[in-house]
Each structure stands twice: as structure tokens, then as C-alpha cells.
């Protein structure tokens, strides 16, 4: 066998209060493409962060081509090779491509920075990721999926050996994901090595040649390419078998508590959208990037008022202007972006969970401290939030937990109807569950349910009926018995419309 061109062995680290690492190994060949899996808190992100110089290991080692390496800072990581492509892009949005392609190591001419070099130099790497635009281009007018070229571009300049990219499509469209895919396959053919951090299994399985899974900071096991399956990898992440992953079991609706007639949004006006949703039901909204499944939610909460029709809560006619509306007739929504929409990172948990009922707790025109901590100690524990109390800052919460805070503040209000917009987007499979079993218990509740969601799986598994959408239009409605993967897919890209 070839040896291994990068190899872990036994790194801890600790910080105050935990140990992020405990005795963590991997290898990773010339070419390979190796999958890093585990829970929030499993110890991924830490690990990374060691092999990109951003973090020194407390004890352990690192070699590259069998020699034991010290990266003790990110310029010596990228002197022997490795790059780490940030979830959260690392790119100058002021600067134009080949800039940030360069930046720090710009070449020079006669003391001043070389800009036809720089960009005739830039223009090379772009073309090895296949991203045709001028490195003149301001950073800032890119989409998303182009500036995630660009990181890789950046990457190549350095000439990186081994490329870390952490939950590289977690915001990007199915199109943009799909081009990454190719980029990274043809990295792979050229000899880049690649490590991998995805919390979605269907594309660990497409792409990894091996996968490493970590859990509470431990090593739990490796499954080599023909082992690689979606029940494997879940049982080594969580210790334990989740045969019955969703929870989901179906139920007799109950009335009718919202009804949606002829609603036109903002979005896509020029189609009118009805339906209802009953108490108790779970109804999932389908669709391919730009099909309006946001929008909707939006008009239905009044961030972005309906420009026609009507919507019945419990028999009462309601237009909502504004969320302050919505939240009165017994709506609650919770966005897609929870760290811009959802809570307030540098506030605590307990504020958080208060957010939404500040209005009805004051007296006086003063807040009860002892009404707010009653509350969120309730939530808390409904929701087995894990936090070491109420008063930690939410941004130092895992992304599973920051989402329950999301789902208490709104749940705090006692809502009829539940609109809930990518609810597991970028949490961890474990807390995926928790937050599938919630959905289940506020539905035998009574609650009603809308969900929009990007996963095929979780639209079919957690759906009593599914409401697909093509470009602002229902494009059919399927009952439980009816979802499969095929027929949402069959009205999600336009194809003949189906009877339910």
C-alpha cells in the first residue's frame, strides 16, 4: 500500500471546562477524498482548524509524506500544503477576484503590486475550477457558489496538497452544489487529496472515498468506500441504531385551522396559491431553488405582505401587514437563517426565550425577572436544550441547540399554526431527531404544521400530505400514501400535473 500522505495520530486538545480531542487519528491518501462526519460537538471543526494552523494540539502529531510536521500557524500550513475553505467564506467582498486570489502574496514590480500579472496569473487558476468571469470582477457581485470557486482558486494558488473544506454546500443551490461536485472530482483526478466536513450524508456518500466518523471528541470508526451507507454512518455518529429515524406517525386531522385562498405573493404574483392545514397534521412544501416556498411562508407571517387574496385562521379572515399580526391570529415562523432572523447571538439563552412574549409579560411597563426565568427554565427542559444554564450567550451554542432557542421563543407563545422554514438546515443528525420528535409532539398537540424543507428524506418521512411548488405555482399536492421520491420530483420541475 502507499503510505498515506497526510496522517493524525492521537491529538487532544482541551479548552476551559472541556476536551475537544481525545487521542483523535486519521490518514488520508494522495488523491483521496476523505469524508469527516460527526454531531455537533464531536470534535470536527477543532480537529480542522488544527490541520489549517488556526489551533495548536495540545499533544499528538501531524506528518506529511511520513516526516512529522509542527503547523504552529496558518502561513506554516500553507507552506506544506494545506488550505482550509471555511463554511463561513473568508473573502475580501472589496476587492476583486485576483486580489483575493493573491492576497498577502501579491507579486511586485519595481516595489508596486503587478496587477496585469496578478490577474493573467488568477485567470489560470480560475480556469482550473471552471469559473468563467473576468478576476477583475468585484468579489462582491459574485453568487455564493462562485465566491466558493474562488476559495478553491485560492487554495490552488498556494499549491495545497490537501484541501479541507468545511460544509462546503450548506449554502449553496442544488445547481451550484452539483458544479462543486465537478470541481471537486476533478481535483481529486489530479492529485489534490481532500478532507471533507459535511453533515449531509447523501453527498458524504456520492463523493467520499472513505469516511472517518468522530463522537464526543473520540475516534467511533471508519467505513471504507463499499461500506458507505446512510445506517451506517448515522449508528457511528450517535452510537446507537436509528432504524426508525423519523418519527413520524400518521393521525387523524382535526379541523381545519388554516385556510389559504387564492394567496398571491410578492415573489410570484401572477399565481394564486390555496390550501389549508388541519390541527395535527404536519404538511410538508416542496420544490427546487426559486420555487416561492419562503416567499410564502413569508406572506403567510406578514414579513412580506400578500399582494392578493386571503388567509382563514380558525374561520377568522386575516391579511397579515406585518408579523406583529400574524403573531396575534396564533402564527409563528421560524426563518431559515436563525443567526440572522432567528435569535440574537450576543444575547443569553433566557432573553431569547423571552423574545417573543416580552409584550405580554411587562407590568408596569416593567419585564419580571422571575416570569423569565420561570419561562425559559420551562423551555428548557421541554425542548432538553443543552446549555450549562440559561444565562450562556446563545452564540457559544451548538447550531442543534441555537435552533431549539428558535423553536422556544416561538413555542413560548402557545401558536395554532407553525410555519417552519428548513428547521434541521445545519444541525447535527442527532439533534435533526430531537427536533423531528418535537414536530411530532406539537402535532398531537393540535398544532398545525408547515414545513418547508430541501431534503427529499425529510419531506417524505415527517409529510401527513406534501404541497409541491414550480416557479410561484402549486404544482400538485400529495397525500402520504402517494409521496415518493419520484412524483415530488415529477411536480417540482414542471411535468404535467398530478392527482393527489
Known sequence: MT??????????????????????SLSLGRGELLAVIGENGAGKSTLMKILAGVQRPDSGEIALDGTTVELRNVHDSLRAGIALIHQELNLADNLDVAANIF???EPLKGGLIDTARMRRE????????????????????LTIGH?????????????????????????????????????????????VSLVYVSHRLGEVRALADRVTVLRDGENAGNLEKTEIDHSRMVKLMVGRDLSQFYPHVPRKPGEVVLKVERLQTRAHPRHALSFEVRAGEIVGVAGLVGAGR??????????????????????????????????AAGLALVPEDRKKQGVILEMAVRENLCLARLRRDQRFGFLSPTGMARLSADMVAALRIKTPHDRQVVQFLSGGNQQKVVLGKWLALKPKVLLLDEPTRGVDIGA???????????????????????????????SDRALVLHEGRLAGELARGALSEEAVMHLATGSERLAA
Do not use: W
Open 122 to 141: 488568477a485567470r489560470q487558476f480560475l480556469e482550473a475550477v471552471g469559473l468563467v468571469v473576468d478576476p477583475a470582477t468585484l468579489v462582491s457581485t
Open 3 to 24: 503510505a498515506p500522505l497526510l496522517e493524525v495520530r492521537k491529538l487532544i486538545k482541551s479548552f476551559p471546562g472541556v476536551r475537544a480531542l481525545k487521542g483523535v
Open 294 to 327: 419562503t416567499e410564502l411562508l413569508e406572506a403567510l407571517f406578514g414579513v412580506l405582505p400578500a399582494v392578493g387574496g386571503v388567509m382563514r385562521i380558525g374561520g377568522c379572515a386575516l391579511a397579515p401587514r406585518s408579523p406583529k399580526e400574524a403573531i
Open 147 to 191: 465566491q466558493q470557486l474562488v476559495e478553491i482558486a485560492k487554495a490552488l494558488s498556494v499549491n495545497a496538497r490537501v484541501l479541507i473544506m468545511d460544509e462546503p454546500t450548506s449554502s449553496l443551490s442544488s445547481h451550484e452544489a452539483e458544479n462543486l461536485f465537478k470541481v471537486i472530482r476533478d481535483l481529486r483526478s489530479r492529485g
Open 432 to 462: 435533526k431527531q430531537e427536533i423531528y420528535r418535537l414536530m411530532e409532539e406539537l402535532a398531537d398537540q393540535g398544532v398545525a404544521i408547515l414545513f418547508v424543507s430541501s431534503e427529499m428524506e425529510e419531506i417524505l418521512g415527517m
Open 103 to 105: 492576497l498577502g502574496r
